[in-house]
Nanobody, 123 residues
Framework: EVQLVESGGGEVQAGGSLRLSCVVSGFSFDDYDIGWFRQAPGKEHEEVSCISSSDHSTYYGDSVKGRFTISSDIAKKTTYLQMNSLKSEDTGVYHC????????????????WGQGTQVTVSS
């Protein structure tokens, strides 16, 4: 059974930091890359960041560049999203997703999504 389990969300004041974690089971990092997508209330899902499992190349959405950092520990099958200088517009549910990162583009693959973790940034 494929599972992507997120943790680390919470409420933080603007300017603060959070680190999200995603533990993957049921598939190999050889098969998919890993990404983070978020959904704010009343909005579509937005690509936040993705990381290649093969060469650790990364993708960041324009709204988070310079503030967020994605990393992976292949041995632990865990991907992290370090979020600094948080803003109120970063509020939303953050999902860990199996993706393909190709040619600088990141898109969901195989329909594998975690349940999500809530991030709330208060101003």
């Amino acid at each position: 059974e494929v599972q992507l389990v997120e943790s680390g969300g919470g409420e933080v004041q603007a300017g603060g930091s959070l680190r999200l974690s995603c533990v993957v089971s049921g598939f190999s990092f050889d098969d998919y890359d890993i990404g983070w997508f978020r959904q704010a209330p009343g909005k579509e899902h937005e690509e936040v960041s993705c990381i290649s499992s093969s060469d650790h190349s990364t993708y960041y959405g324009d709204s988070v560049k310079g503030r967020f950092t994605i990393s992976s520990d292949i041995a632990k099958k865990t991907t992290y999203l370090q979020m600094n200088s948080l803003k109120s517009e970063d509020t939303g549910v953050y999902h860990c997703v199996a993706v393909h990162l190709r040619g600088g583009l990141c898109f969901p693959a195989a329909g594998y999504w975690g349940q999500g973790t809530q991030v709330t940034v208060s101003s």
